[in-house]
């Protein structure tokens, strides 16, 4: 199993990147995926998820920014986030469980900064 997170970057307050996540050794069609962020100092928490009939679910710091997305024909996972804020800074994961086991992407660094 291989998640591969990509487009992280840096972006001034106020505008967007578009993450994703490509996925390979999972019956990815079937899976919730999620991504989770984890900013300096602070603990990994759960930003968005999405289920195998493409059921979102975000949190509230980035409901209404940030869209879940994915793509089961090519196996990846999207985050488009809008609107980004300073506090928007981190490592963000994506993760999936899969047979009982959960799986990480290597992370992709977002920096929200003038």
């Known amino acids: 199993v291989q998640l591969q997170a990509y487009g992280g970057g840096l972006v001034q307050p106020g505008g967007s990147l578009r993450l994703s996540c490509a996925a390979s050794g999972i019956n990815f069609r079937l899976r919730v995926l999620s991504w989770y962020r984890q900013a300096p100092g602070k603990e990994r928490e759960l930003v968005a998820s999405i289920t195998a009939a493409g059921r979102p679910n975000y949190a509230d710091s980035v409901e209404g920014r940030f869209t879940i997305s994915r793509d089961n024909s090519k196996n990846i996972l999207y985050l488009q986030m809008n609107t980004l804020e300073p506090e928007d800074t981190a490592v963000y994961y994506c993760?999936?469980?899969?047979?009982?086991?959960?799986?990480w992407g290597q992370g992709t660094l977002v920096t929200v900064s003038s």
């Open positions: 993760y999936t469980l899969d047979r009982g086991s959960g799986y």
